[in-house]
Structure formats: structure tokens, C-alpha cells
């Protein structure tokens, strides 16, 4: 779809009205404790909740990209009561206790399925009425942001299968949803390599490759190359190092492709969980 025909699309949407145009998250959210435990991740993202409806306009949507949501072609969540997803294992009760009722948004939904592609096709995304809800990636986080529960919240997930590129593009048709009042967040970590975590290791400590390739990522951030995020394997051994699997840097890829050239990125959370996890989190507006 042309930048052209996607705007047209979204003009027609009668779910959401046309408001200022919303910030863009990119949020490292690391362990699932982090939704609970008194930290400075959990508090920075507090902070950030209460910027909205004083800094920038309550969202009338936040659309989520979980690193937790796979699927085979790309689907939205379009169910009015989307369940809490507890899609770990080991941790403490409290954990498992945790809901977030947020509702979700079908109307909305609809609508944007229908005015965004499958990447390197013509068909709309495909919607789901009942089998996912809001996993971690999207609760933890959203959670501290917004208590409440009372901002309506969908879903979109990822085709693995599919070359980081096209994560990427389909980043790039978010853009119009930006000015609908539609909070964009991705929820992942800039490296991420469960197998060789340092339980107790201090957040200012990590390893040299992950060190690197959170540093590198972010001068790619700060210096305007996000078409560059797209072929960050080609990076070699630390992207290998930094990313056994990939799917905790793709939600990078849809919040890079929404944001504008001439916008700015923050930097927050700037340092590491057990040495292997970037909590880097980034805020463009």
C-alpha cells in the first residue's frame, strides 16, 4: 500500500478521531518481575504514564508489539476483553496474580486491519477474536504506565518467519495511526540472551559483546539510521551473541518504522539486567 492510499485508509477511520500526534515507546522490559518489584524500571515507566494527558494526549489506543505474540502472518487482537496472559514460568504467585483488565478496542481493530498489509502482499492483516489476549510484554509494562486499565489496548503480532525487513515495513505503515490518538509501544530488549545471564550482576555491568551491540544500536538510534536496525544481523557475531533468537529486537523494527526522520530519540533505562539483558528503552515525539 502507498503512503498515499495508507493515509486515505486511515482518514476513513470512524473508531478514532484525529488528535495531535502521539509519541512513539520502545520499552526493554526484561524480567516479568519488573511488573512488580519496586525498581527503576517499573518506576521509570510510572513516570511515563503520568506524562500522558498533561505532556502529550491520553492515548484513545495503545497498540502493543510484544516480543511474546509469534504467529504465522501478522494479526491483531480484536477481541472486546482481552485476557492477562501469564506466559512464564518459575516466578513467584504474586506474579501469576497480576490481571490487567484493560479493554480492548474491535471497532478499532477492524479498521486497522483493513488499512495496513501483510508485508510484500495485498492482503489486510488477520484479526483474532479469542485466542491471544495481553502477554507480558504488553502488560508488564503497560501496567505501571497506565493502572488504571481504563485505555483500550490491541494487540499486533509477529511472523517470525519473516526477514527482519518486513517487521520493518509494516513499522512504516503505522505512522498514520500516530495522529488517531494511537500510542505506539514497543516491548522487547536491545540484546537479550537468557543463556548466559549473571543472576545479582550490578546494572552497570554486562558483557563486552552485549555492551557493543546495545552501543552500536544506539548510535544507529541517535544518529537517524533506522533502515540500518533492519539489517542488524549483519553485524555478526555480537548480533549472534546478542540475539540466539531474535524476537525481543523485532518490536524495535515497528516502533523505528513509525517515527519521522526529523524526530529526536530519548534514551531511558540505559543499563543492563544479569548482564545480558539491554534495558535500553527509547521515546521519540
Not at 32 to 59: C, H
Not at 115 to 128: E, T, V
Not at 166 to 180: F, S
Not at 259 to 267: G, I, R, S
Amino acid at each position: 500500500m502507498t503512503d498515499t492510499a495508507h493515509a486515505t485508509a486511515v482518514d476513513s477511520f470512524k473508531s478514532l478521531r484525529k488528535t495531535a500526534k502521539m509519541p512513539v515507546i520502545f520499552l526493554g522490559h526484561g524480567s516479568p518481575m519488573n511488573a512488580i518489584d519496586d525498581n527503576e524500571y517499573r518506576r521509570s515507566w510510572q513516570a511515563l504514564g503520568a506524562e500522558f494527558g498533561v505532556k502529550w494526549p491520553t492515548p484513545q489506543l495503545v497498540l502493543c508489539v510484544s516480543a511474546h505474540w509469534l504467529t504465522t502472518g501478522w494479526w491483531l487482537t480484536a477481541m472486546a476483553r482481552p485476557k492477562t496472559i501469564h506466559d512464564f514460568g518459575g516466578f513467584p504467585k504474586a506474579l501469576f496474580d497480576q490481571q490487567y483488565p484493560a479493554p480492548g478496542f474491535s471497532e478499532a481493530a477492524q479498521e486497522i486491519s483493513q488499512s495496513l498489509r501483510q508485508p510484500g502482499s495485498a492482503i489486510p492483516l488477520s484479526l483474532d477474536l479469542q485466542e491471544w489476549g495481553l502477554d507480558h510484554g504488553a502488560w508488564s509494562v503497560l501496567k505501571p504506565m497506565f493502572p488504571h486499565a481504563d485505555i483500550q489496548v490491541i494487540q499486533l503480532s509477529m511472523d517470525y518467519s519473516r526477514p527482519p525487513a518486513e517487521h520493518y515495513a509494516l513499522g512504516q505503515q503505522l505512522k498514520g495511526l500516530r495522529e488517531r490518538g494511537v500510542l505506539i509501544v514497543g516491548s522487547g530488549n536491545i540484546v537479550h540472551n537468557l543463556r548466559t545471564m549473571q543472576f545479582g550482576a550490578p546494572s552497570n555491568q554486562a558483557y563486552d559483546w552485549a555492551l557493543e551491540f546495545d552501543q552500536t544500536i544506539a548510535d544507529y538510534l541517535q544518529t537517524g539510521k533506522l533502515d540500518a536496525l533492519q539489517d542488524f544481523q549483519a553485524l555478526g557475531a555480537i548480533a549472534q551473541q546478542a540475539h540466539p533468537t531474535h524476537e525481543h529486537f523485532l518490536p524495535l523494527l515497528y516502533a523505528a518504522g513509525a517515527v519521522d526522520t526529523n524526530e529526536a530519540p530519548q534514551f531511558f533505562n540505559a543499563s543492563f539486567q544479569a548482564a545480558s539483558i539491554s534495558m535500553r528503552s527509547v521515546l521519540w515525539a
